[in-house]
C-alpha cells in the first residue's frame, strides 16, 4: 500500500475544518498521531465510520471513523441538551455522519473550486473493516476519550470507490 505524504488541498482543509470543528464543540486536547504509512493496518476502520463520495473537479471517497468511546463522547458535546450515556450510545452513529457533513461541507465551501459535490453520507457499523485502496492519504487523532482517523481516497478509475471497502482476516 501506498500513501502520498504530501497533502492534497482538499485533504488539508479537511482536516483544518475538523480540527477547528471538534475544538468548537470542546475537543481541546486533539492529538495529532503520526500515521504509518504502510501496511494494512494503517488502512484499519473503527467501530463507526461514515463515507461521503467526492464528486466534480476533484474525484474520491472522504471517509471519518471513530472508535465507540469517541463517537459517544462526540454525541455528547454534539446535543445541545445533555443526554446521558445510554442516548449517547444510540445517537453516535447518526451523530457521527452529521459532523463528517459538516466537515466535509465546510472544507469544500472554504476552497475556491466551486465545482465539488458531496453524496449522502453512507454509515458503515463495522468490527475488523479496513480500507484497501492503492493511493490514499489518512491523519489519526486521540482525544480525550477515544480516537479518529480522516482518510481522502482520490477516485483513480472508475472502480476504485466500488472496491474501498473490504472484510480483515481476524
Same mark, same amino acid.
Given at each position: 500500500?501506498?500513501?502520498?505524504?504530501?497533502?492534497?488541498?482538499?485533504?488539508?482543509?479537511?482536516?483544518?475544518?475538523?480540527?477547528?470543528?471538534?475544538?468548537?464543540?470542546?475537543?481541546?486536547?486533539?492529538?495529532? /498521531?503520526?500515521?504509518?504509512?504502510? #501496511?494494512?493496518?494503517?488502512?484499519?476502520? *473503527? !467501530?463507526? @465510520? =461514515? $463515507?461521503?463520495?467526492?464528486?466534480?473537479?476533484?474525484?474520491?471517497?472522504?471517509?471519518?471513523?471513530?472508535?465507540?468511546?469517541?463517537?459517544?463522547?462526540?454525541?455528547?458535546?454534539?446535543?445541545?441538551?445533555?443526554?446521558?450515556?445510554?442516548?449517547?450510545?444510540?445517537?453516535?452513529?447518526?451523530?457521527?455522519?452529521? /459532523?463528517?457533513?459538516?466537515?466535509? #461541507?465546510?472544507?469544500?465551501?472554504?476552497? *475556491? !473550486?466551486? @465545482? =465539488? $459535490?458531496?453524496?449522502?453520507?453512507?454509515?458503515?457499523?463495522?468490527?475488523?473493516?479496513?480500507?484497501?485502496?492503492?493511493?490514499?492519504?489518512?491523519?489519526?487523532?486521540?482525544?480525550?476519550?477515544?480516537?479518529?482517523?480522516?482518510?481522502?481516497?482520490?477516485?483513480?478509475?472508475?472502480?476504485?470507490?466500488?472496491?474501498? /471497502?473490504?472484510?480483515?482476516?481476524?
Amino acid at each position: 500500500m501506498e500513501s502520498n505524504p504530501a497533502r492534497t488541498p482538499l485533504f488539508a482543509a479537511i482536516l483544518e475544518t475538523a480540527e477547528r470543528y471538534l475544538h468548537q464543540l470542546g475537543f481541546n486536547q486533539l492529538v495529532s /498521531v503520526p500515521s504509518q504509512r504502510t #501496511g494494512v493496518d494503517a488502512l484499519l476502520l *473503527e !467501530d463507526v @465510520t =461514515v $463515507f461521503i463520495q467526492i464528486s466534480g473537479s476533484v474525484q474520491g471517497g472522504f471517509l471519518f471513523t471513530a472508535d465507540p468511546a469517541f463517537a459517544r463522547l462526540l454525541a455528547k458535546r454534539f446535543m445541545v441538551d445533555p443526554i446521558c450515556d445510554l442516548e449517547a450510545a444510540q445517537y453516535a452513529v447518526e451523530v457521527v455522519a452529521e /459532523v463528517s457533513n459538516v466537515i466535509a #461541507g465546510n472544507a469544500l465551501n472554504a476552497g *475556491e !473550486d466551486q @465545482t =465539488v $459535490f458531496l453524496g449522502n453520507p453512507l454509515m458503515i457499523l463495522s468490527r475488523s473493516m479496513g480500507i484497501r485502496a492503492a493511493v490514499y492519504e489518512v491523519q489519526t487523532y486521540t482525544a480525550d476519550q477515544g480516537l479518529f482517523r480522516c482518510f481522502f481516497i482520490p477516485m483513480m478509475d472508475k472502480t476504485e470507490l466500488a472496491r474501498v /471497502v473490504m472484510m480483515q482476516a481476524e
